[in-house]
């Protein structure tokens, strides 16, 4: 299994391209300068000690060249249309897994959400239907993900248009050690994407006992 993560030089980025790695995952980081995704992936591997699969380092237009199908978007908000946009053509026929949150950029406890409804609907409505999207991974933490030697405390809810393409991207999320649940279409995001900052208000609040809070799906008692 291979994956191609662009802005894996990003704090949650960093953190799925480790545990991706130790889970015997192949991992591309792609960065806008391939001097940069060189370098950060040297970090990374040393950070592994030998451990899990070797990263690799490069341009985002070479790692998703190198993959067949699973694509993952970790960039700050503010580069996620530019992004989307100079690899159009490129990701066609790849699933775009978005983990892509848009806060606001001077307070991430407030989502400021793009005219089509969320960031997976915005990316959906950049591809065009050629490139199925799966919003996922919205509600974890940075710092959780990059504590690797500890389990991730939360499950992951995923959302998009097409069904086979969430089917495909599970197996591949699920190595990170996680319950996934599929939350129907795209639009979903908007609850989803929306919880994150909710949880980042819970998670800075001198009111609350904890952190790195995640959600937890519990079936009835």
């Known amino acids: 299994m291979k994956v191609a993560l662009l802005g894996g030089t990003g704090p949650q980025g960093r953190g799925l391209a480790l545990r991706w790695a130790l889970a015997g995952v192949d991992v591309l980081v792609g960065s806008r300068v391939k001097e940069r995704g060189e370098k950060i992936a040297e970090e ?17 237009a070479e790692a998703v060249a190198q993959v067949d199908d699973f694509v993952v978007l970790a960039v700050p908000y503010a580069g996620h249309r530019p992004t989307l946009e100079a690899l159009k053509e490129a990701l066609q026929e790849k699933i775009l897994i978005d983990v892509v949150v848009p806060l606001a950029e001077d307070n991430p406890k407030k989502v400021i959400m793009p005219p089509e409804g969320s960031a997976t609907e915005e990316a959906q409505a950049i591809l065009g239907d050629g490139v199925p999207v799966v919003g996922a991974i919205h509600n974890v933490s940075a710092d959780v993900l990059d504590q ?4 991730i405390n939360c499950d992951v809810l995923i959302c998009g248009n ?4 969430k089917d495909k ?51 009835e008692s």
């Open 44 to 60: 990374f591997n040393e950070r592994l000690a030998g451990k899990g699969n070797r990263i690799a380092g490069m341009s985002n």
């Open 148 to 151: 690797t030697d500890l389990p």
């Open 162 to 165: 097409r069904k086979d393409a």
């Open 169 to 219: 991207a599970t197996p591949l999320i699920e190595r990170l050690g996680v319950k996934v649940y599929n939350c129907g279409l795209a639009e979903s995001a908007r609850a989803i994407e929306h919880m994150t900052a909710i949880l980042i208000r819970l998670n800075v609040s001198k009111t609350t006992p904890f952190k790195h809070a995640g959600i937890r799906i519990w079936p």
